[in-house]
């Protein structure tokens, strides 16, 4: 399906050890400008999700937000260092004897020996972690690109119209120009007529000054090429891809064939035509930018 790049993705998940929350939201961009912001604590997998990531999402500037709960953090270990214990233990009883001094030891005063006690965090699995995450991540990836598809449905639907609309400007054109050509030659014999009078008009000037301002004013191969260019656009719509870039060069030759033309143009129908032409395809333009 035909995907916009604005979207807006979002999916949690909570067990007993972690919570994740997932966030994504983009805006147009020539290319893939990925932001990614999460805790400190989940930075080594920073390659894996933009990997990932790219798996759902071509183009767009898109801002990624991870959040992270980890109840485990209240279940650190608390080591009991016996060595370390024992050391300080024999010095207080050697500095009793070497001072003479009353040995007044207990156990809460020994604790409070640097390193006796430690706290030591739970090792973390790093491959369970980034599994958690991974689902989750997809989860909000799918949404976001549900989204890009409901309004690249949109999209298509009012590009199809316009191009439907383009057809009829085209068509216009194409059956005009001919009538513009006799209309041109009607004029040039009734001018002549009128300074000759009476005399004998050359039909064979006239046929070649007739040739000459057609030469001029013909646009078929522009009516051909704007006729492919809009049957490209409408099937590269059908098609379903991602097809933003293709649509954005095709709106481009469209504009080249309507401006070449509005310059040969010298009536004043195919002229507002022309004109009507080429806002329809500005218009086109401005919405192909939305699409991925």
């Given at each position: ?72 953090e209240e279940k650190a270990l608390v080591k009991y260092n016996k060595e370390i214990a024992g050391e ?205």
């Amino acid at each position: 399906m035909l995907r916009s790049m604005t979207g807006f993705g979002r999916a949690e998940t909570i067990n007993e050890q972690h919570k994740f929350s997932v966030e994504l939201k983009a805006v147009n961009h020539r290319y893939l400008d990925l932001n990614v912001k999460m805790p400190k604590k989940l930075n080594m997998f920073e390659n894996q999700i933009r990997a990932l990531v790219k798996n759902y999402i071509e183009r767009g500037k898109v801002d990624l937000y991870i959040s992270f709960e980890d109840y485990t953090e209240e279940k650190a270990l608390v080591k009991y260092n016996k060595e370390i214990a024992g050391e300080y233990l024999d010095f207080l009883k050697q500095m009793s004897k070497d001072f003479n001094l009353e040995n007044d030891i207990r156990v809460s005063s020994l604790s409070r020996f640097p390193e006796v006690f430690t706290m030591e965090e739970l090792e973390i699995d790093e491959e369970a972690l980034f599994t958690e995450l991974s689902v989750v991540l997809e989860n909000a990836l799918k949404s976001f690109v549900e989204a890009r598809e409901v309004e690249g449905e949109k999209l298509k639907t009012d590009l199809l119209s316009k191009l439907d609309e383009m057809n009829g400007y085209v068509d216009f054109i194409e059956k005009r120009s001919p009538q513009i050509i006799e209309e041109y030659k009607n004029r040039l014999v009734e001018k002549i007529q009128i300074l000759l009078g009476d005399n004998k008009v050359d039909d064979s000037r006239i046929a070649q000054e007739v040739t000459i301002y057609a030469d001029k004013v013909c646009v078929d191969e522009e009516i051909v090429r704007l006729k492919s260019h809009i049957d490209a656009m409408r099937k590269a719509l059908l098609c379903g891809e991602s097809v933003g870039r293709k649509l954005d060069f095709i709106a481009q030759e469209m504009n080249r064939e309507a401006n070449t033309t509005l310059s040969k143009s010298t009536d004043l129908e195919i002229t507002n035509i022309g004109i009507d032409l080429k806002t329809l395809i500005e218009k086109i333009r401005e919405q192909i930018q939305n699409i991925e």
